[in-house]
């Protein structure tokens, strides 16, 4: 097909921010996780797609199959969709005091 680019597992945009591997970033409703070190201005390849171990908001219950948002002002990912970024879905069981949550990236909503 003529009009085919990439199949978008894998995103390279252009840093915005000093960023390390394995950190989430989000750009406008562009959500991905670093799968390397990059400076400002520099080309950053972005996982858009997959599960992943992330840092969550230690007060949140979190069942498997919760929708997860991305809070920018922390990094940290949360059940509370007001004023955060959807990513994905839980896909194990975080109680209130653990400090992570398995997410099924959705790419972009």
Known sequence: M????????????????????????NIGNLFGIASGAAEIGDPLVLVTTGVFE????????????????????DGLVTGTAAGNTKIG????????NAVTVNVRLNGTF
């Open 2 to 25: 003529k009009n085919f680019v990439q199949p978008g597992e894998n995103i390279t945009v252009t840093a915005d921010a000093a960023t390390t591997s394995g950190e989430g970033v």
């Open 54 to 73: 992330m840092s969550k908001v230690a007060a949140d219950d979190i069942a498997i199959g919760t929708s997860i948002y991305h809070r920018a002002a």
């Open 89 to 96: 879905v839980a896909t194990t069981l975080a109680i209130a």
